[in-house]
T-cell receptor
Framework: SAVISQKPSRDICQRGTSLTIQCQVD?????MFWYRQQPGQSLTLIAT?????????ESGFVIDKFPISRPNLTFSTLTVSNMSPEDSSIYLC???????????FGPGTRLLVL | RKEVEQDPGPFNVPEGATVAFNCTYS??????FFWYRQDCRKEPKLLMS???SGNEDGRFTAQLNRASQYISLLIRDSKLSDSATYLC?????????????FGKGTKLSVIP
């Protein structure tokens, strides 16, 4: 398994500001992903964080709004830019070692935008 | 047809009962399958992988039916601590792909 931590665990932000969420894995993983989950809803994949190259975004998500970095095989950041109340959600990162293997999740970052 | 479909429930069962969840997937090329558990306000955690031959882990049994494209999870002797949302997870693109598709989850409440 992999142990994944996220910072911050929660935050309350003003609209128009940006928040960067950090994700740290205790061992190297091939793939890292960023998800969003509204209360009571399923996980929505935002993007795949690629080590050393630009992230791959899912339909409906763009780099200008959700810039992602992944400088190495154990760390990634997601920035939620120019926030609005609609961005209030739980943001989760995950890591996966190999294809057909499972993903391990961080504890999530609860974001409230006022 | 949605990629991964589950009955959202809720399933309200008494302690000690046996409960079964089913999940259907649309992509016949899918290669890997999992059940995750998500407690309220917590992250999803792997419960068990699902193998073609079926597998059992204590009170939990997972089955895969490739012909009908469904996965099942059976929980025997339900405990209060089993109360959670159970997510069906599929690798929809088969070999070489890392992405997983998550179902919306089935909520289970085990009642004293």
């Amino acid at each position: 398994s992999a142990v994944i931590s996220q910072k911050p665990s929660r935050d309350i932000c003003q609209r128009g500001t940006s928040l960067t969420i950090q994700c740290q894995v205790d061992s190297q993983v091939t793939m890292m992903f960023w998800y969003r989950q509204q209360p009571g809803q399923s996980l929505t994949l935002i993007a795949t964080a690629n080590q050393g190259s630009e992230a791959t975004y899912e339909s409906g998500f763009v780099i200008d709004k959700f810039p992602i970095s992944r400088p190495n095989l154990t760390f990634s950041t997601l920035t939620v830019s120019n926030m609005s109340p609609e961005d209030s959600s739980i943001y989760l990162c995950s890591g996966q070692r190999g294809y057909q293997e499972t993903q391990y999740f961080g504890p999530g970052t609860r974001l409230l935008v006022l | 047809r949605k990629e991964v479909e589950q009955d959202p429930g809720p399933f309200n069962v008494p302690e000690g009962a046996t409960v079964a969840f089913n999940c259907t997937y649309s992509n016949s090329a899918s290669q890997s399958f999992f059940w995750y558990r998500q407690d309220c306000r917590k992250e999803p955690k792997l419960l068990m992988s699902v193998y073609s031959s079926g597998n059992e882990d204590g009170r939990f049994t997972a089955q895969l039916n490739r012909a009908s494209q469904y996965i099942s999870l059976l929980i025997r002797d339900s405990k209060l601590s089993d109360s959670a949302t159970y997510l069906c997870v599929v690798n929809p693109s088969g070999a070489g792909s890392y992405q997983l598709t998550f179902g919306k989850g089935t909520k289970l409440s085990v009642i004293p």
